[in-house]
């Protein structure tokens, strides 16, 4: 089941949900819409030239900023790492999904390839993983709606919630977008 508009004032009202800032028109029917932050990052095709994921990524993206006047350009075969403006967080009773918006669909953007899961407890900035699979550069603005939020209930509150020691969550409350973490997997302990 996914949360009405209806529900989801309610389960804000509670602190189930938690959107930082959050600005009432962009509230939908069963979503709410999100904004483009100012901070990228991308791949350095320079200083590399292979990803080995047993290995920190430390150098392997480098950042980037934009404001008002300077857009990011997203150009037909790239990928980048971006952020939401909004801080999003659910209760250990709820999950996210982000969702890309259908106006930047029909442009050939994806705000997502995996990573559109908000995990019950998490709090943060949502990670957006970029690409332009169209014929043409984009050029994405700051501030300007970037992605929709959706709400589920779970059947039941999760034991642990994401953040939870046990899980090692690797992106924990992230207030900027985050290169891979995938080498931790193979960390001997």
Not at 93 to 120: C, F, M, N, Q
Not at 128 to 143: A, F, M, T
Request: glycine content about 8%; charged content about 25%; aromatic content about 8%.
């Amino acid at each position: 089941m996914i949360l009405s508009d209806r529900d989801i004032k309610r389960y804000m009202a509670e602190g189930k949900i938690t959107i930082d800032p959050y600005r009432p028109e962009c509230l939908q029917p069963a979503s709410v819409d999100l904004h483009l932050d100012r901070t990228f990052l991308i791949f350095d095709t320079v200083n590399h030239h292979i990803i080995d994921v047993k290995e920190p990524v430390e150098g392997l993206m480098r950042k980037i900023l934009i404001d008002e006047t300077h857009p990011f350009i997203l150009h037909p075969g790239e990928f980048a790492l971006g952020l939401t403006l909004e801080e999003v967080g659910v209760g250990s009773d709820v999950v996210g999904r982000l969702e890309g918006k259908s106006s930047l669909g029909r442009l050939g953007i994806i705000i997502h390839a995996t990573a559109g899961y908000l995990d019950p407890g998490n709090r943060l900035k949502l990670t957006l993983e970029l690409s332009n699979i169209g014929s043409l550069p984009v050029k994405l603005y700051y501030l300007m709606p970037i992605a929709q939020m959706s709400f589920s209930p779970l059947s039941t509150a999760c034991e642990r919630p994401y953040g939870a020691t046990a899980l090692n969550s690797k992106y924990y409350g992230a207030k900027e977008p985050q290169a891979s973490q995938m080498w931790k997997n193979f960390k001997k302990s």
